[in-house]
């Protein structure tokens, strides 16, 4: 039995997710369909439009076997560690073949050569990544004209290159290759070339469009109905469902005051402590925390050129969590996620978790609770993180009946009878 795994958001699960999944499955000559997916908040630094459970159920409607969890720890994060997570969980089960992942690149090797050079680090490399990084560039950018200037030293063609390195997608496709490599997984890549619009577009059209789009239309307030061409059907009712009950849309708005108050509690050395927060940046935070009266003017007035919104998005909503850059730093140093949680499964994904029982080397949570006191204490803390993430997640709900805290560990696991 050949088992494929996709690393994931379905932010909500739309068609052109359905598209990638049927596809890859036939590319894979797959049996099934693990998934590692985003909880509440995902990686560009925002809340899921809907929670992780009725995402779980999108998914397992589609076509996905089991879904798994990607911590938030690593789900609100850099390309590198959200890669690195969800790499570390799809090698960690035991039973993953491949891993599939779309990219605008026509061929796989392209991605393979620029991780071989990431992975490496070759002297040449770091000393101009280091240039450009002196020279105020954020560090994607950095890295972009240092991988340039590197390759074309090398002989290499930049003109595709550079364009390949600008794209969302290509950029995870490196990090998901540099990750594997980097554990030594047999796990192997493939690559599935997108099509239709691109993940950054943000306007509707035709049969696929991307998330963001679909995001941007709910946000406009704009009926659900509207989205019945670019959602599968199992998709557009658990939306509705979800939405009727007071359960979503959930946007990064919903968080402003909590995020303001909590800022405006801390002090400057309480802020410097936050992930992703360098080299002075908790002084430029309390200042437009202290002059702004919303979420947007405060990312508005953080954001420069070296740190982008995404970086300072990450960073505003670690606050609800109380993940601090130590805690960070002691993740990756140990290994990365420390355990796999189950979010949900079908009859398939329930014979896939008796193999990942016995061949897994993390331990495998399906009911939350029986891990509150771990006697690993970086899994209880890792698992505490997810619960506080969750505890703030829920306050965004409109019906008061959802909003109770403690829901991560009374929430059963999603089965699926199809």
Known sequence: MSVLGIVSEYNPFHNGHKYHLELSKELCGADSVVCVMSGNFIQRGEPAIVDKWARTEMALASGADLVIELPVVYAVSSAEFFAYGAVRILDSIGITDFICFGSEAGSIDE???????????????????????????????????ALISYLEAAGHKS???????????????????????????????????????????DMLGGTISS??????????????????????????????????SGRGPVFSAHFSNIILS??????????????????????????ATDNSGSLDELIE???????????????????????????????????????IRVLGFNSKGRRLLSRINSQAYLPVIVKTADFKNSCNPLLARMLEIEAASTDQYVLAFSNPDYKKSGQEFTHNPVLCQL
Do not use: W
């Open 111 to 145: 991605l393979l050569l620029i991780a071989d050079i990431l992975n490496a680090e070759p002297d040449e490399y770091k000393a101009s990544l280091k240039d450009f990084l002196a020279g105020g560039l954020s560090f994607p950018a950095a890295r972009e004209s």
């Open 159 to 201: 003109e595709n290159m550079s364009e390949m390195i600008k794209s969302s997608n290509n950029i995870l496709a490196i990090e998901y290759i540099k990750a594997i490599k980097k554990i030594g997984s047999k796990i192997k890549p493939q690559i599935i070339r997108r099509i239709a619009n691109t993940y950054n577009s």
């Open 211 to 244: 998330a963001t789009a679909i995001r941007k239309h709910l946000l406009s307030g704009a009926h659900t109905d509207s989205l019945a061409a670019v959602l599968p059907a199992q998709s557009l009712d658990i939306l509705q469902r979800e939405f009727k």
């Open 262 to 287: 909590a800022l405006r509690r801390m002090s400057i050395e309480e802020t410097a402590r936050l992930p992703f927060i360098a080299e002075g940046l908790e002084n430029r935070v309390k200042t």
């Open 301 to 339: 007035g953080i954001s420069t050129r070296r740190y982008t919104r995404t970086r300072i998005q990450r960073c505003l909503f670690t606050i609800l969590t109380g993940l601090k850059k130590q805690e960070l730093m002691q993740f990756n140093a140990f290994g990365g996620p420390q355990y």
